[in-house]
């Protein structure tokens, strides 16, 4: 088990993304400065879609830019094309994740795509990055969303996720990730997925899990990526946007509740908790109406907590 964990933020492009409200841009910069200030160093600040189709996330441009004033954070947005990764190349983006659902059908429904059509994509995007000078060139991530399950499919065989984490490789991508989209994952299928993925491309090709709390399962989930040495979890600050299928309850892995069982257990993620969870008040400010998730801002620290991070 590795004793520094990346924590990628994802809140300001899923949970943004879950919600009919839209941030206005000042406040997501403010977000963003904040949790960075906190100790995050990686955020997913947005999605390059169709702004018709997600208003939410319409200002991904200017939020790309102005995360990346920010010392040290790596700044990273969610691309569905080749016009998307574009937009990320010119905005400046550090890294870019491409979607590919392991299920066809949710892959139809959401990404109006086959398999093989993402895959023409990904290499695509791959040669357009090849043509770029090393240092303007983002990491190039396909991320196997639906790779637990799907709620459209339902069981998703696990040679599927293999063979497709093999073909992003090949089309171009630099590492691939693991969503379980659906909140369908349990800790000793994480443990067998994650296993088989990278037998099959490589340790250094999957170091990241995207988590979702739906069933109560999201951080003994993160615990068996732990023991299979992944080093990288996405959550969400507040678990905001909840969850579409379960109404009340958190899509996300709470950042806030991440970050204290792993500096609890002595695993740094660099990280104030404490300056974290004031960050609440700039989205709770934002958008009031939008309920928070997390047990630890609820509860409070324990008497005596020492976090990892602070100890070193
Ligand atoms: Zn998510």
Not at 22 to 37: D, G, H, Q, R, T
Not at 162 to 187: I, W
Not at 222 to 243: N, P, R
Not at 264 to 280: F, K, N
Request: hydrophobic share 45%.
């Amino acid at each position: 088990m590795s004793n520094r964990i990346l924590i990628s933020e994802v809140g300001p492009r899923d949970g943004l993304q879950m919600i009919r409200s839209v941030m206005p841009l000042e406040a997501k910069c403010a977000w963003i400065s904040a949790e960075a200030a906190a100790g995050v160093r990686e955020i997913e600040v947005g999605s390059f879609v169709r702004p018709d189709l997600l208003p939410q996330l319409a200002d991904t441009a200017e939020v790309v830019r102005h995360a990346c004033t920010i010392p040290g954070l790596t700044v990273a947005v969610l691309v569905p094309n080749l016009k998307g990764a574009q937009k990320a190349v010119e905005a400046g983006a550090h890294k870019i994740t491409l979607p590919l659902s392991a299920s066809e059908t949710h892959s139809l429904k959401n990404l109006r795509r086959t398999h093989a059509q993402v895959l023409d994509e990904v290499r695509a995007i791959a040669a357009m990055l090849r043509e770029l000078p090393p240092e303007q060139r983002p990491h190039f991530e396909g991320g196997i969303s639906t790779a637990f399950g799907c709620t459209l499919e339902g069981e998703v065989p696990e040679r599927k996720v293999v063979e497709l984490a093999e073909q992003l490789m090949k089309a171009g991508c630099d590492e691939v990730g693991l969503a379980d989209t659906s909140g369908y994952a349990n800790p000793a299928q994480v443990k067998r997925l994650v296993r088989a993925v990278r037998s099959a491309v490589g340790e250094n090709a999957l170091t990241g899990l995207h988590l979702h709390n739906t069933r109560g399962l999201g951080l003994a989930n993160v615990l068996a990526g732990l023991e299979v040495g992944i080093t990288t979890f996405d959550s969400s600050l507040g678990g905001l946007g909840g969850c579409p299928f379960a109404p009340g309850a958190a899509g996300n892995v709470v950042t806030e509740d991440l970050v204290f069982m792993l500096e609890a257990m002595g695993l740094e993620t660099g990280i104030d908790l404490e300056r974290l969870i004031e960050v609440r008040k700039i989205v709770r400010e934002a958008l009031p109406e939008e309920p928070l998730y997390g047990f630890v801002p609820e509860a409070g620290l324990p008497l005596g907590f020492r976090p990892a991070s602070r100890s070193t």
